[in-house]
């Protein structure tokens, strides 16, 4: 924090611009700032703000005016200023919808006979999902989508048998392998077919 104050009075004291080479030559001379830091410094003081920087060409500027910090600082308490008064505005406008909202809600005895129908019904309903959810395995949706799922999974195991098949067909053809070796070098019983 001390190196950016210090880096800041080059920039506030001389009032010029500067590229990186020079302030890298000079403000170790002028402040005593360790010639490593002065372009991770400057770059945080760009990041800040604080230092103004421009692509000219192919050279990169660097400068910094007391009334530009001025200035920054205007614009930014100009800012803070509108966002404090939008979020009052919203404040006021989130309570007045809690007035509204609490506005019928009064403690009454209509409300208060209304309120405990409304749990008793609650209740009921959630007595009627619990038995619901008892029957649920023989749901007829439930019970054709399972269906269909063991139909692809028979499909599936008739396709991988047909598979083998064709591997000891291919085994037989080529390597003049038998069924019965190939079944028992497989582990493959004897009883193995589509289904």
């Known amino acids: 924090m001390a190196i950016q104050f210090n880096f800041k009075r080059v ?27 002065v372009k991770d410094v400057l770059q945080s003081l760009v990041d800040d703000n604080l230092v103004n ?3 000219i060409g192919t050279s990169n500027y660097y400068w910094s005016f007391p009334s530009s910090a001025l200035q920054s600082r205007k614009a930014r308490i100009e800012e803070l200023m509108l966002e ?3 979020l009052k505005e919203k404040n006021a406008e989130l309570q007045s919808n ?19 129908k409304v749990s008793e019904l609650e209740a009921i309903n959630k007595k009627h ?5 008892l029957f649920r395995e023989c749901d007829p949706a439930l019970l ?22 064709l591997i000891q067909s291919y085994c037989f053809k080529k390597f003049n392998i038998e069924r019965a ?13 589509t289904l």
């Open 11 to 37: 920039f506030k004291k001389l009032k010029e611009f500067y590229q990186l080479k020079e302030l890298e030559r000079d403000a170790p001379k002028m402040k005593g700032i360790v010639t490593n830091t």
């Open 98 to 116: 809690i007035d509204v909202a609490y506005d019928g809600r009064e403690n009454s005895d209509d409300r208060a006979t209304l309120l405990k």
């Open 53 to 55: 920087t421009d692509k």
């Open 129 to 133: 999902q619990e038995n619901l959810a």
């Open 181 to 193: 070796d190939f079944n028992q070098q497989f582990g493959i019983p004897e009883e193995f077919d």
């Open 84 to 86: 404090l008064q939008k």
């Open 144 to 165: 054709e989508a399972k269906e269909n799922h063991a139909n692809l999974a028979l499909e599936c195991g008739n396709r991988w048998t047909e598979n083998i098949f």
